[in-house]
């Protein structure tokens, strides 16, 4: 088993790399960000909650994600590996994954960061707010985004550096090029499926 998380801020490429690495890797994709908001496209109880802070541009509570997690991991046994997209965000998650994980005697391998200069982040969320119709991608909101990930998530990068398992990526290229990128750190640990 082979378990990825690719970590960066708001609009860093997270989604847009995911899909690709899953394509190639044929890794199980969790991605918070989609499961909490097809909670509140569905208008769950969950849903309900988190858009309160999604709209804030807020993270939402440790204890609702955490859970979200640990039952996506169990539905998919099987799986060849997971990419995390968009989780862990704070270091209360972090460390919520590695427990479970080590209960599923596996651990998280490798942590591929994005690094994308600010004002290129806030360049794509709005231009992708104009067509996405994400209530989320606005000027205001993404400033609360970007706020909060440098008070709650950045500090994970630390978490991981200190465990030898994070490695450095320009985001900043094309999308072809950045993934050429992330596939050669990758390759280091599982080929192509
Ligand atoms: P997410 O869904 O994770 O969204 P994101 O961080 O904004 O986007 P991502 O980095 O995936 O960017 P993308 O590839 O789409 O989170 C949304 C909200 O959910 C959070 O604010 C929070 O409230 C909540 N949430 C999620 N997870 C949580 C957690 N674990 N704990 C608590 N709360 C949580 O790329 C953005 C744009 O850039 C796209 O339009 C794309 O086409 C473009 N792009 C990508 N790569 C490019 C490139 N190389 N060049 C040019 N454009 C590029």
Redesign the pocket.
């Known amino acids: 088993m082979f378990n990825l998380i690719l970590f960066?801020?708001?609009?860093?490429?997270?989604?847009?790399?995911s899909a690709n690495v899953v394509a190639t890797y044929r890794l199980h994709h969790i991605?918070?960000?989609?499961i909490?908001?097809s909670e509140v496209d569905r208008g769950t109880p969950l849903g309900v909650e988190?858009r309160k802070?999604?709209d804030q541009?807020?993270?939402?509570p440790?204890e609702v994600?955490i859970g979200m997690i640990s039952s996506r991991i169990d539905e998919t046994p099987d799986a060849r590996g997971f990419i995390f997209?968009?989780?862990?965000?704070?270091r209360a998650?972090a460390e919520a994954l590695d427990r479970l994980l080590e209960f599923k005697q596996t651990e998280i391998h490798l942590v591929l960061s994005l690094e994308v200069p600010e004002a290129e982040l806030i360049r794509?969320?709005i231009?992708?707010g104009a067509t996405?119709g994400r209530s989320?991608d606005t000027e205001e909101i993404i400033a609360q985004?970007i706020k909060?990930y440098h008070a709650k998530t950045a500090p994970v990068a630390d978490y991981y550096q200190t465990q030898g398992k994070l490695e450095k990526i320009k985001?900043?290229?094309?999308?072809e090029e950045?993934f050429r990128l992330l596939s050669r750190e990758i390759e280091k640990y599982l080929l192509p499926a």
């Open positions: 960066g801020p708001p609009g860093s490429g997270k989604g847009t790399q991605s918070t960000g989609d909490l908001r988190a802070y999604m541009g807020m993270l939402v440790d994600v997209d968009g989780f862990p965000r704070t998650q794509r969320l231009d992708r996405s989320d985004r909060e985001g900043d290229y094309s999308v950045t």
